[in-house]
Structure formats: C-alpha cells, structure tokens
C-alpha cells in the first residue's frame, strides 16, 4: 500500500470535497493517510476528519511555529489569531491515544527571524520534543530556514521517532540526520525539484516515507495537490534508488507501519 504521512486535509480545498479525496486516495492504492494540524482549531478538525475515515485517515496533532507565535506571514497572509501555546501542548498530550504523531512542529526562520522570535521558537520547540517524548509519540518537523537548529535540538531528545518533512537542508545536515537515524518524508513534488532526488539518493531506503503536504506542492505546476499523488513519489525514489516501484511502495509502507503503527 501506498502512504501520505503529511497533508493538510482540513484546509481549503480539500476540505470541501473530502469524500472525493479520500476515495481517490483509497483507488489509488494508500492505505494511511496522515492529516496534520497546525493550530487549535485546525488539530480539532484533524480529529474530526480521522473519525469520520477511520480506515484510512490517522491523525497529527501539531502547532506550526508561525501560528504558535501568532506571527502572519508577509508572503501568504493568512491571518494567525494568538492562542495559550502550553495550554494547547498540554491539550495535545491529553490527546496522546488518539493520533499517531505529533506534527506539524518545527521552527521557521525564513520571516520570523528576529532574536526575540527565534527565542521564542525555540523555547516553544523545546517544550513540545519534551512533550512528544513524555507520551512517545513520533514528532513530524517542519523546518525553513532553521534547520541546524532544528538538528541541533532535536539530537537532545531520547525520542528517536523523528520525521524530517519536505527537508531543505544542504548534504552535510541530510548526512547528519540520516546518521542518527531519523526520517525522512519525500514530498511528490520531487518530481520537479532535484534537491529530494538528491536526498532520497543519500539517505537509506528505510529512512524514508512518502508525503504530499497536499494541497500545496503538487507535482504539477499550478494544481492543487492530493494524497493520491504519492504515487508519482514512489516512482520518482524508484528511478533514484534503481529499483521497481512496487518494492519502493513496499518498503515505505513498512517504514510507515513501524514508526505509526
Ligand atoms: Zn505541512
């Protein structure tokens, strides 16, 4: 079975046609689909879209750096209201048993990027790896701009459930990270960008898992992506990797299973 073990089901569009998602989903071969949060409201729609397809949809409770500082983005301005971050880590702690992972979290440099911001990420950051190994729960990160800190503090934590999504860092990092077993999740958008060929040719076939980060990263310029295309994913690590598709779709979907369950 095929594996998407990071989108964003409970954003628009995808959140107004779920049915027809997740039926292309199931007829496209993916057994899990790993729906993230990314704030308060959006972890309670996360929860909600896993019980309505239960078979298939597994939840990730996450707080996205940027909507955990309340900090709206210049490029995409989407409007992030401030909410009790430790209230809502400890709510995602209490709700430990009913999702797989905790994700999306991470830091990110790229426009919060002042010394009080980093601060704070950090500090955030800190408390959420102490969290997701206090209910051993694998972590999905998120990391721009940010990412030998990003290493750098997660190397402090005994949790060696770590997934890497969309990994921008440059080789000596991805060798780092590899090296201390982490994963690594390749987003279908490999097809048109040479540096997840490069990452998936470096890091061991069981480091790896397949992500969409669906609706964004398509790999088709100008379309809204979806989980069915980690399709396109598997047959691009296959060229990488010189092995047939199938065994590629086989071994991720191991990895899957022994990190999610
Ligand atoms: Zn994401």
Request: hydrophobic fraction near 45%; charge should be neutral.
């Amino acid at each position: 079975m095929y594996v998407d073990v990071h989108c964003h089901l409970g954003y628009p569009p995808l959140n107004a046609q779920l049915d027809s998602v997740v039926e292309k989903a199931r007829k496209a071969g993916l057994g899990m689909v790993i729906t993230a949060g990314t704030n308060p409201k959006a972890n309670d729609d996360v929860l909600s879209i896993a019980a309505r397809y239960p078979d298939i949809v597994k939840a990730s409770l996450g707080l996205y750096p940027l909507d955990a500082l309340g900090f709206d983005e210049p490029e995409a301005p989407r409007k992030r209201d401030p909410f009790d971050v430790d209230a809502e880590i400890s709510r995602m702690a209490s709700l430990a048993d009913k999702c797989v992972a905790i994700g999306e979290v991470g830091m990110d440099f790229k426009f919060a990027k002042e010394p009080p911001l980093i601060a704070k990420q950090k500090e955030i950051f800190g408390k959420i790896i102490e969290m997701a190994e206090a209910v051993k729960k694998p972590m999905i990160v998120h990391t721009r701009n940010a990412e030998l800190e990003v290493v750098e503090m997660l190397e402090t934590t005994s949790n060696k459930a770590i997934v890497l999504h969309c990994f921008m860092g440059r080789k000596s990092l991805i060798r780092r990270a590899s090296d201390n077993g982490w994963c690594f999740s390749v987003p279908s958008v490999i097809k048109r960008l040479q540096h997840f060929q490069v990452l998936s040719g470096m890091v061991p076939i069981e480091q790896l898992l397949t992500e969409t980060d669906a609706p964004w990263l398509s790999p088709v310029v100008g379309q809204i992506n979806e989980p069915s295309t980690v399709v396109v994913g598997v047959e691009e690590i296959a060229k990488v990797k010189r092995v047939e598709p199938s065994v590629v779709k086989d071994i991720i979907w191991k990895n899957a299973q022994r990190l999610f369950g």
